[in-house]
């Protein structure tokens, strides 16, 4: 499944450039269902790994959050969802929220008629952006999946301190890109996030730091990713000792369908 490969189709530029002209028209309310029904086709055809692992009726909420998200940020015409579409699929549900994403907030507050649609200047910076975190042919992307597929429960830090660097190993490009500050900050939310998840040792809380870092800060709150919430509540639901093992096997199955 290399075509479909995380690394190739979640953040693959091209994916976001093919938007038809025609498209270009503003919604009315008659014309939404029709919308969600032809995007959640769409979603299906170029998002095909995604669409199989969430279901129909999933892709069909997704479609639908995604409008309701674009219209928040004033995006109202087709090419424009369109386009905020794929991001979420490529940088996450919460892309205009994500503190990983901090490019994001300056291009949404920017409401001058004299820049370029919105919706184009996401796409230019997300292909920036991507470049230097995936890398061109999505090499470090694809590696941080398959080093986080195989972690065992002996590679997982055994100390606080030690997560950081642990992390720099997972994914080191990205922890490059945000930095020391930005990096320690993804680390002190996920400590707080993963308590709240019943995994309350250092091994839950490494683990739940990859898993911001790699998936997106709102991973599981997003509808492109019901494996992992089912994930987290199978280990809430293990023996505490058991706990952190138990998250390990479940995400390393389903983070390998992406990778396979």
Avoid at 20 to 49: G, M, N, P
Wanted: proline letters at 4%; hydrophobic letters at 45%; glycine letters at 8%.
């Amino acid at each position: 499944m290399i075509s479909d490969a995380i690394g190739l189709w979640r953040y693959a530029p091209r994916r976001m450039l093919r938007i038809f002209r025609d498209q270009k028209r503003a919604f009315d309310e008659a014309a939404l269902d029709d919308y969600v029904t032809r995007a959640t086709a769409r979603i299906e055809r170029e998002f095909s790994t995604d669409a199989a692992i969430m279901g129909v009726s999933t892709v069909h909420s997704l479609v639908e959050l995604g409008v309701q998200c674009a219209r928040r940020h004033g995006i109202e015409d087709e090419h424009g969802v369109d386009v905020y579409l794929n991001l979420m699929l490529q940088l996450g549900a919460e892309l205009d929220v994500d503190p990983q994403l901090r490019w994001v907030a300056p291009i949404l507050a920017e409401k001058s008629s004299h820049v370029a649609p919105l919706a184009v200047r996401l796409e230019r910076a997300a292909r920036t952006y991507l470049l230097a975190v995936a890398g061109r042919q999505y090499e470090h992307l694809r590696s941080a999946f398959g080093r986080l597929a195989t972690v065992g429960i002996d590679d997982l830090p055994g100390d606080e301190h030690q997560i950081l660097g642990w992390l720099s190993l997972i994914y080191p490009q990205k922890v490059a890109y945000l930095e020391q500050r930005g990096a320690s900050a993804l680390v002190e939310r996920a400590r707080s996030a993963s308590h709240a998840h019943g995994l309350g040792d250092v091994h839950g809380h490494a683990l739940y730091a990859a898993l911001k870092l790699v998936l997106g800060s709102g991973f599981e709150r997003d509808p492109a990713l019901p494996w992992a919430l089912a994930s987290l509540r199978a280990a809430r639901g293990a023996p505490h000792p058991a706990r952190s093992t138990t998250l390990l096997e479940r995400m390393g199955d389903d983070l390998q369908r992406y990778v396979e």
